[in-house]
Structure formats: structure tokens, C-alpha cells
């Protein structure tokens, strides 16, 4: 059973251009969520997603970010027109189930390290 | 604030040594503290989880404690080895809520 899955590892983009982050969860895991790692700095929340629905999206900013988990396929986070402050660790983690079962663990992805230059 | 606090923020040992990493969370309504290990370039990788109820879990060499009064952990290693550096991460969970909150970590590096 594979972990989850991130791709790309590594990514740099130039200021303005857009970055599309994907994770597979963990095979019969439905629920997937994304947090964003800054240098020196914890993993913070950004969106908690279901297939085809964003259940908490209150860790996302307001502006240029999106994310998607569609039926089929991965789930994308878009950063729409990159600025150097979007450089950062993006971690996705998958659930096999969601609020109400306090004690389910998150399994992490590897993380994409987008670069903005 | 829904905060959690780590300290020391690293630490270098010898390795067969033994360390005790420290977490202090003030996250409301409390609900359960885990311990994760994240390797260089890995994901997090939960260690041990306890809830309010549970004052200490084991899982191999390592070893933690929770005191719900004092909203205090620790992760205590013993016989380190050159494999346990990494960073070491404390997550409080909110009853009720899929919101974890991160530390910012212990970064631990085991030296021959």
C-alpha cells in the first residue's frame, strides 16, 4: 500500500507564474488535507478536503490560493501569480475518516518544496 | 491562542545517550497530543498519540508523558541512535475539530 503521494518534490517558479501542487492520498483514504511549512516555522493548516468537496478551508488565504479534490484524481493546490513569500514546504496528509474520529491519524506526503524567485 | 510551544528548539547528543524533548500546548478544548518524527525531506510520521485521559505511551526507545493539568508533554529517547536525528514535532488536536496545531519542532541530531 503505497503512502501518500506528492508531486512535484521540488518546484520553482518565477514571480506571477502559477504553481499546481498534487496529492494522492493513501488507497481508501477519502480525506485529504493540506498544511504549508515556512523556513524555521510549524506546519500550519491550510484546507481539509473531500472528494469532490472543501469541508475547512479557513487556513487558506483569501486571495490567489485554491484547492480541488476532484472524484477522480489527485488533489491539486493551485497558487495562482507566485509571490517569493509563497516559497515554502507544502505537505498534503490523508485520512481514512474525518471530523468525529478524534484519535484517526494524518499520514503525510513527502511534501513539494516550491521556490519562488 | 491555540498555540504549542517546543523547547529546546535543537539539541546535539551522543549516541547510547539519553534526551527529553519538552511541549507545552494551550490549545482549547483540548483533545489529544501526538508525538511525530520528521525525517530531513520526509513528511511527519506520527511516533505516539494520547488523549487527556492517558499520562504516558511507549513505542520502542521512545516515550511519552502527558499532563493534562499543566497542559505539558515530553518525548523522552532512550539509547539514542544516529537514526533518531531528525526533527520531533508535538501536535495538539482540538475536541471536535480536524485543526492540528504544530510546534515548530526539536531538531535532534545524534552524533557518533
Known amino acids: 500500500n503505497a503512502g501518500v503521494m506528492q508531486n512535484p518534490r521540488h518546484l520553482v517558479r518565477r514571480r506571477g507564474q502559477e504553481a499546481r501542487l498534487r496529492c494522492s492520498p493513501m488507497?481508501?483514504?477519502?480525506?485529504v488535507y493540506w498544511y504549508r511549512q515556512l523556513p524555521e516555522e510549524g506546519l500550519k493548516f491550510m484546507v481539509y478536503l473531500q472528494k469532490e468537496n472543501i469541508i475547512d478551508e479557513s487556513g487558506m488565504p483569501k486571495e490567489r490560493f485554491s484547492a480541488e479534490f476532484p472524484k477522480e484524481g489527485p488533489s491539486i493546490l493551485r497558487i495562482q501569480q507566485v509571490v517569493r513569500g509563497d516559497s515554502a514546504a507544502y505537505f498534503c496528509a490523508s485520512s481514512p475518516s474525518g471530523r468525529g474520529s478524534n484519535q484517526e491519524t494524518q499520514y503525510f506526503g513527502p511534501g513539494t518544496r516550491l521556490l519562488v524567485l | 491562542k491555540n498555540q504549542v510551544e517546543q523547547s529546546p528548539q535543537s539539541l546535539i547528543i551522543l549516541e547510547g545517550k539519553n534526551c527529553t524533548l519538552q511541549c507545552n500546548y494551550t490549545v482549547s478544548p483540548f483533545s489529544n497530543l501526538r508525538w511525530y518524527k520528521q525525517d530531513t525531506g520526509r513528511g511527519p510520521v506520527s511516533l505516539t498519540i494520547?488523549?487527556?485521559?492517558?499520562n504516558t505511551k511507549s513505542n520502542g526507545r521512545y516515550t511519552a508523558t502527558l499532563d493534562a493539568d499543566t497542559k505539558q508533554s515530553s518525548l523522552h529517547i532512550t539509547a539514542s541512535q544516529l537514526s533518531d536525528s531528525a526533527s520531533y514535532i508535538c501536535v495538539a488536536r482540538q475536541t471536535g475539530a480536524n485543526n492540528l496545531f504544530f510546534g515548530t519542532g526539536t531538531r535532534l541530531t545524534v552524533i557518533p
Open positions: 488507497k481508501g483514504h477519502s480525506h
Open positions: 494520547m488523549t487527556f485521559s492517558e
